[in-house]
């Protein structure tokens, strides 16, 4: 069956550091992938998606690269803010198994100080 | 727009009881669906819908019943309430079946049953 898995947190960054959220997924079929974020009390909004290999997606300075030989979707941004303290989620959809139903990840807790 | 509505934000249940969650959207999707989300655990699938009297079951259906009369609105109902249902539930809609499809998700609702 298909599933996600993310590096474990929490993770916790000063201002203006580098991140790098690991995500690695199994699936049967072409899957779509995925990074929604949670902000505190708030549901899951979608940060970012990439549909086929080597597709890139980005928004708010977030990046990631959908790389089928590694079977990878890591979430990369160059300089976090205290605005991105968040749980963030990898999930893929997988269209000849499951349609648009998502299989998450455990999600990983991002704490960024100033 | 409204996007996903749900009621109620929080509640209370003692073993046994019953009560229904109630899931609602404006943007005129066919897709519907009902997560619980845990700690260390993601999102699982409860049961969704693929269109106005349509019910399907998903990862972890046991306990709950869902039913979707109106296209807008998909209800999810537990009968008897157990001490393991207590989680916080995410309704999700989105336009298609697409793997491409985004999903859009509501505030959620905080169960706690003693």
């Known amino acids: 069956g298909n599933s996600v898995t993310q590096m474990e947190g929490p993770v916790t960054l000063s201002e203006e550091a580098f991140l790098t959220i690991n995500c690695t997924y199994t699936a049967t079929g072409y899957p779509s992938l995925f990074w929604y974020v949670q902000y505190p009390g708030e549901g899951l909004q979608l940060l970012l998606k990439a549909t086929k290999a080597d597709d890139k997606g980005s928004n708010k300075g977030f990046e990631a690269t959908y790389r089928k030989e590694t079977t990878s979707f890591h979430l990369e941004k160059g300089s976090v803010q205290v605005s991105d303290s968040a749980v963030y989620f990898c999930a893929l959809s997988d269209q000849e198994t499951s349609g648009s139903r998502l299989t998450f990840g455990e999600g990983t807790q991002l704490t960024v100080n100033p | ?114």
Request: charged share 15%; proline share 4%; net charge positive.
């Open chain 2, 1 to 114: 727009n409204a996007g996903v509505t749900q009621t109620p934000k929080f509640r209370v249940l003692k073993t046994g009881q019953s009560m229904t969650l109630l899931c609602a959207q404006d943007m005129n999707h066919e897709y519907m669906y009902w997560y619980r989300q845990d700690p260390g655990m993601g999102l699982r699938l409860i049961h969704y819908s693929v269109g106005e009297g349509t019910t399907a079951k998903g990862e972890v259906p046991d306990g709950y019943n869902v039913s979707r009369l109106k296209k807008q609105n998909f209800l999810l109902g537990l009968e008897s309430a157990a001490p393991s249902q207590t989680s916080v539930y995410f309704c999700a809609s989105s336009r298609s079946g697409s793997s491409y499809n985004e999903q859009f998700f509501g505030p959620g609702t905080r169960l706690t049953v003693l």
